[in-house]
Nanobody
Framework: QVQVLESGGGLVQAGGSLKLDCAAS????????MGWYRQAPGKQREVVAT???????VYADSVKGRFTCSRDNAKNTLSLQMNSLKAEDTAVYYC???????????????WGQGTQVTVSS
């Protein structure tokens, strides 16, 4: 059974920093792409950053230069360092995992439960 669990988040003042972490647990799979998405109240979920197993990273324009996404393939973990936070970064942040099961070669997406990030102006 695969589980995706996020940690971090919270309340911070504008200009501050926060770090989010995500861990995928289970066995019998290899992870391809991981990423962070966010959803603000009344808005659709949007991509923040994605990172491949080879650490190729793509960022949304709105976070470029402020957020850094990294992963540890050996530990199946993902992090998002968020600096210079703005009020518009306020949202629920979700960890995303795209993996392949070794035995069946079946591919599947998994999501974490979400963690709230609130930036006060």
């Amino acid at each position: 059974q695969v589980q995706v669990l996020e940690s971090g988040g919270g309340l911070v003042q504008a200009g501050g920093s926060l770090k989010l972490d995500c861990a995928a647990s289970g066995s019998g799979f290899s992870i391809d792409t991981m990423g962070w998405y966010r959803q603000a109240p009344g808005k659709q979920r949007e991509v923040v950053a994605t990172i491949t197993s080879g650490s190729t990273t793509v960022y949304a324009d709105s976070v470029k230069g402020r957020f850094t996404c990294s992963r540890d393939n050996a530990k199946n973990t993902l992090s998002l360092q968020m600096n210079s936070l703005k009020a518009e970064d306020t949202a629920v942040y979700y960890c995303y995992v795209h993996l392949e099961f070794s035995r069946s070669s079946r591919r599947r997406d998994y999501w974490g439960q979400g963690t709230q990030v609130t930036v006060s102006s």
